[in-house]
């Protein structure tokens, strides 16, 4: 079924396309059949105008040296003029009494009363002229009033046959109809076999289109030529490669978080599980199983929150955006992270600098300090250190976080900003780290339209460089805390 209307959609194309290329084809030919014809004619026309007019013009002016216009003079004048090609020659007097006429077999012999239209005409004052192509022959005639000293003495007019120059167009308008059914047979024979193979092309692409429609990213198109339709097959593996990407880190990011999820809850599962199948444990043993169990849940805790915190960002969600001293809020984090630090017996040193102000919101500043500094209170060594530093610098607030820890490898390095991403994973887990918060990290740095940046310090140890575009733009020296 869907094979059949696949094909239908297919001829139906096919047809479009050969009409609309036809029809365009017949226009053309029907232009290339008529257009040359209608100039050649015209050019005829305006070339009998030109010569019959002047010789018209002559022959009056010849009569217009007679005092008066007579059978006999007329005729004398006449035989000297070289008129002697043309189909009919009449004169008439001003009452249009025939003086001469070529054609005297006819009615209108000499002595009699023209009723010829373009005689009258000329009497009248007017210089005519008529011609007209019946694929024969070009029928012509001009006619003239013949004045003397401001009157009319009579009127001439002057007719012509032309059959060869009708010969010669009739017979270009022979071989452009001979050209045009050539040229339309090879249009149509040209016009099939485009269509085919352009709506071969067009139902290729339709045909991955549905394929990668049905989930199978893998699929790949192999343009051909450089023309649209190749742009767009080309943009369709783009898009295709970047939905396999999407697609492959959004499984990767479901499996790592069901993991993250999984491993604090079986903890959970197996610490109650054993208290309540042991019915005569003691206090301080019950203390240590609940104590895992509360430590877990926090676990869980902070993996969920993460967790909510990167669904907000792809979702695009910003909070109330705000100028904040980034001073205050490293000051502010420290106060929370000391004991930490205490416990964990690592020094820090802060160099705060004043007036740097940063366009974001609390919340993402606090995050951003938060974890770096978080981290390199975790992943220090004992009796180790830690540099804060908040300074401006070209128009950027610029914090720094730089520990002696136990460093981050550098073929590491590229990759710590993605999510769920460990250097080494059983000492994350030991201290409770989820691989997100370097994540969160980049993804509010980027929205804010900085930059972070990561390199190693020796002996050993690691620096984190966050750039913002700062709020006014001044410089500043940081000052040096305890």
Do not use: W
């Amino acid at each position: 079924m869907e094979m059949k209307t696949r094909r239908k959609l297919t001829d139906s194309v096919q047809m479009q396309f050969a009409a609309y290329f036809a029809a365009l084809t017949v226009v053309l030919l029907v232009l290339l059949n008529t257009y040359p014809l209608r100039s050649s004619r015209d050019v005829v026309f305006s070339e009998k105008e030109s010569a019959l007019v002047s010789r018209a013009a002559v022959v009056s002016s010849s009569l217009s040296l007679l005092e008066s216009l007579t059978p006999d003079n007329t005729q004398q004048v006449m035989g000297l003029l070289d008129v002697n090609d043309l189909a009919r020659i009449l004169v008439t007097n001003e009452t249009g009494l025939v003086l001469y006429d070529t054609a005297a077999e006819d009615e209108n012999a000499a002595g009699t009363q023209t009723d010829v239209a373009e005689i009258l005409r000329a009497l009248g004052g007017e210089t005519v002229f008529y011609s007209k192509f019946d694929m024969t022959a070009f029928s012509s005639c001009a006619a003239m009033p013949v004045r003397s000293e401001g009157r009319t003495m009579g009127a001439v007019y002057l007719a012509e046959y032309d059959a060869e120059q009708a010969t010669l167009i009739v017979g270009i308008q022979r071989r452009l109809g001979t050209i045009t059914l050539v040229v339309g047979g090879v249009a149509l024979v040209l016009i099939f076999f485009s269509v085919r193979i352009m709506t071969r092309r067009i139902t290729r692409l339709a045909d991955g289109v549905r394929i990668v429609q049905s989930g199978d990213y893998s699929f790949r198109l192999e343009p051909k030529g450089h023309d649209e339709l190749t742009e767009l097959g080309n943009e369709l593996n783009n898009l295709t490669e970047r939905l396999q990407t999407t697609e492959a880190q959004r499984r990767q990011f479901v499996s790592d978080a069901s993991h993250e999820l999984k491993t604090p809850l079986a903890s959970i599962r197996l610490l109650s599980d054993s208290i309540v199948q042991s019915a005569d444990m003691d206090a301080a043993t019950m203390r240590e199983f609940v104590t895992d169990i509360g430590t877990e849940a926090e676990r869980l805790q902070r993996t969920t929150e993460k967790l909510l915190n990167l669904s907000r960002r792809d979702d695009g969600a910003e909070g109330e955006l705000a100028d904040v001293d980034l001073r205050a809020a490293v000051e502010g984090t420290l106060r929370l992270l000391r004991p930490l630090a205490e416990e964990s017996r690592v020094a820090i040193a802060c160099e705060l600098a004043e007036g740097c102000l940063v366009r974001a919101t609390e919340d993402d500043i606090y995050h951003i300090v938060f974890n770096l500094v978080e981290n390199a209170i975790k992943y220090n060594l004992a009796c180790g250190s830690v540099s804060v530093r908040v300074y401006a610098e070209g128009g950027q607030c610029v914090l720094s976080v730089e520990d002696t820890g136990i460093g981050i490898p550098e073929a590491d390095r590229p990759n710590i900003f993605g999510r769920f991403y460990r250097v080494d994973k059983a000492r994350s887990r030991e201290h409770g780290g989820s691989g997100l918060g370097l994540s969160i990290v980049h993804d509010a740095v980027t929205l804010y339209g900085g930059t972070v940046e990561v390199s190693g310090v020796e002996p050993h140890g690691s620096r984190f460089v966050v750039r913002f575009p700062q709020v006014g733009g001044a410089d500043s020296t940081p000052e040096s805390e305890p």
